[in-house]
């Protein structure tokens, strides 16, 4: 087993990220690290590449739509730009995996939606090949509460994906989907190259179509972290996010990445 290199979500900071690029950069470089998960990457790639190449920050994976042409989100809608536009400003910033973050839940009902998900995302990996890159999808709840004949449609669609197509699984959406994170990492096995690490309380009815405001750092919720980590051998990245975080994100960052360096030993 390796030791995950410890990273954090921009998107976790995307407010401050408008207010002020270099700056908030420079204070996650700051609390000490090194990696970071780019978002919102392809129309700021030239700007974001100056700062990580200033605080000597790098973005081996970095999130992007890559199935749907549009999806709502809490956040608004997110549009597909044209895959050679992503893939070549994942080149810029010395991406390695881009990583799909999310599909809507009314495209996850049926075996035929999960074989389209799967399609597209397929379709974008022979593409990002050329170009030496990899892809990858990044779970919510409702790919773990939902189900077809009883199993998990998330774990349907990694059947059909290509062998070289990734996974990264949010730790605190599957638990709030009714997964066990443990058995489910340990059921996709060395499909999985990341995990993002995020806690907070799991109650009844969490689900990413209306954020919880109370997320809390790593080890500070109910999510068994150490032992979804330790179920992971296979994870390459431990990707702290938040998706909203009611105190100050960098102070919470910062938490999460202690946490992290205790329960990792790095």
């Known amino acids: 087993m390796t030791t995950p290199q410890i990273s954090v979500q921009l998107y976790s900071i995307h407010d401050e990220l408008d207010a002020d690029l270099d700056g908030s950069l420079g204070k996650l470089a700051e609390t000490g690290l090194t990696t970071v998960e780019a ?14 190449d200033r605080y000597g ?22 549009t597909r730009p044209p895959a050679e536009e992503v893939f070549a400003a994942a ?23 999960v074989q389209r998900n799967a399609d597209r995302l397929n379709e974008a990996a022979a593409k990002g090949a050329e170009l ?16 077809i004949d009883g ?12 062998p070289s197509v990734l996974l990264e699984v949010d730790l605190y959406w599957a638990t709030a989907g009714g997964a066990d994170p443990v058995e489910l990492l340990r059921r996709l ?37 150490a032992a979804a980590l330790k179920a992971a051998p296979s994870a390459q990245y431990a990707v702290i996010e938040f998706d909203h975080y009611e ?3 960098f102070k919470g960052i910062a938490e999460s990445y202690a946490w992290l360096r205790q329960n990792l030993g790095s």
């Open 132 to 147: 030496g890159l990899k892809v990858g999808y990044h779970n919510h709840d409702h790919e773990l509460s939902g189900t």
């Open 57 to 78: 920050l790098s973005s081996p994976t970095a999130h992007a739509v890559l199935i749907e042409k549009e999806a709502n989100t809490p956040d608004g809608l997110l």
């Open 151 to 162: 199993t998990p449609v998330l774990e349907l669609f990694a059947g059909l994906l290509d």
């Open 91 to 113: 080149q810029t910033l010395g991406v390695q995996v881009v990583i799909d973050p999310y599909v809507p839940a009314e495209h996850w009902q049926t075996m035929e939606d």
């Open 247 to 249: 105190g100050d994100t």
């Open 189 to 225: 096995g060395d499909r999985v190259i990341a995990v993002h690490v995020k806690d907070g309380p799991i109650k009844p009815g969490i689900t990413s179509r209306q954020m919880p405001k109370d997320q809390a750092p790593a080890g500070q919720g109910d999510v068994p972290l």
């Open 39 to 52: 978002f919102d990457f392809v129309r700021r790639a030239d700007a974001l590449k100056a700062s990580f």
